[in-house]
């Protein structure tokens, strides 16, 4: 039985132009990544900023096509399929993005924007079937009652309600996957957990699977509490699992070096916190990364091995990981910070 959605060995380069005669430079944004997706399931993806998570999202959705490997989508290669499917994978697979301001057109209401998608995919027949179906999306995501948003423009909503007409929007196509990309981090602290939990409501009662990109372990941990996780660094995989033994034991020593950094809400902790376990804390470029594993200008417990040969994603205790010495980090919890 194939998986829902499944990355095969993908790598994505882009080209940057250097002025008008000179070469353009391959940047390797993503290489290599395999991952798959089961129905229904969510997975958090995480890493630093310019790591690659946005473009592996847009890999998923069909808006990049991978300069090698496949994507595979219930079984069957994205970019060999024939309109009628490909059609079909572009209904199935959403993107909610981060910005919502820009996400939606700034001179049509909420309605039009909804019934857009909706008449055009022929998912309802009349523009009066179109707004009766807007108002149950919009009622779907909480924005009650919805004769008091329907007619609103973008600039007239905060920006968890306009994120909450973006998951709408998103729904209203009946997708099997959504990919969220930093949907709670341009708005406000307090409403994080709203849109959170909306996206948990829709993932248990609509049966959609969704990808969280993120920057945050912890809202990473809250929204896939019963899924799994997967670390980005440098457009590699460095480590998957559930989220559960990702984080009670993680191996790789970058993940280990994130979860230090989160800051820790006791005072006796916090105050006994060490340095960072990291040799340097600047991010390599991505245009540029280091030969070999590219986390060793940073590791801690980098060998020669390191710096030649890149490693491969591997079991190792209940998680993959993608460390020549793997078996020498040595545990990391909370409680080992000294
Ligand atoms: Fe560190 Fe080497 Fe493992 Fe990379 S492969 S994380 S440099 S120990």
Same mark, same amino acid.
């Given at each position: 039985m194939?998986?829902? /959605? ?11 132009? $250097?002025? *008008? ?10 290489? +290599?990544?395999?991952?798959? !997706?089961?129905?229904?399931e ?5 890493g ?9 999202g847009?890999?998923?959705? @069909? ?17 060999n399929?024939?309109?009628?499917? !490909? ?7 959403q993107?909610?993005?981060?910005? %919502? ?7 049509r ?37 919805p ?9 007239q909503? $905060? @920006? ?12 209203s ?7 969220? +990309?930093?949907?709670?981090?341009m708005?406000?602290?307090? /409403?994080? *957990? ?35 996780? #997967? ?5 590699k995989?460095?480590?998957?699992? %559930?989220?559960h033994?990702? /984080? #009670? ?9 994130l979860?230090s ?6 005072p ?9 376990p990291l040799? $340097?804390?600047? *991010?390599? %470029? ?5 030969? @070999? ?6 590791? /801690? ?10 490693? $491969?994603? #591997?079991?190792? @205790? ?7 010495h793997?078996?020498k980090?040595p ?8």
């Amino acid at each position: 039985m194939s998986s829902l /959605l499944e990355l095969r060995n993908i790598s994505m380069i882009f080209e940057q132009k $250097s002025g *008008m005669l000179g070469k353009p430079t391959p940047i390797p944004a993503m290489t +290599d990544v395999q991952l798959s !997706f089961e129905p229904g399931e969510i997975l958090a993806l995480v890493g630093e900023s310019g790591c690659g998570k946005t473009t592996l999202g847009k890999v998923v959705t @069909g808006l990049h096509k991978p300069s090698k490997g496949q994507l595979l989508f219930q079984g069957k290669d994205v970019w060999n399929m024939n309109k009628a499917e !490909f059609t079909e994978y572009r209904q199935s697979v959403q993107l909610v993005q981060q910005d %919502s301001y820009a996400a939606l057109n700034p001179m049509r209401t909420i309605l039009q924007s909804l019934s857009d998608p909706i008449l055009q995919h022929k998912i309802v027949r009349s523009r009066k079937e179109a707004h009766d179906r807007v108002c149950e999306l919009l009622n779907t995501v909480g924005l009650t009652p919805p004769e008091q948003y329907i007619e609103k423009y973008p600039h007239q909503m $905060s @920006g968890g309600q306009r994120q909450r007409v973006l998951l709408a929007r998103a729904i209203s196509l009946k997708p099997k996957l959504i990919v969220a +990309d930093e949907p709670v981090s341009m708005i406000d602290v307090s /409403l994080r *957990m709203a849109i959170l939990r909306l996206m948990s409501t829709l993932n248990k009662n609509l049966g959609i699977a969704f990808i969280y990109i993120t920057h945050d372990l912890a809202t990473a941990r809250y929204i896939a509490q019963h899924g799994r996780m #997967a670390v980005m660094y440098l457009g590699k995989i460095v480590e998957q699992g %559930s989220v559960h033994d990702v /984080l #009670a034991a993680p191996q790789h020593p970058y993940l280990q070096a994130l979860l230090s950094a989160v800051p820790v809400p006791n005072p006796r902790i916090a105050k006994a916190k060490r340095e960072l376990p990291l040799k $340097s804390l600047d *991010m390599p %470029s991505i245009a540029n990364p280091p030969t @070999g594993c590219s986390f060793h200008p940073r590791c /801690l417990y980098a060998s020669q091995t390191c710096e030649q040969t890149a490693p $491969s994603l #591997a079991p190792s @205790g209940k998680t993959i990981v993608s460390c020549h010495h793997v078996e020498k980090v040595p545990p990391w919890t909370i409680a080992t910070v000294k």
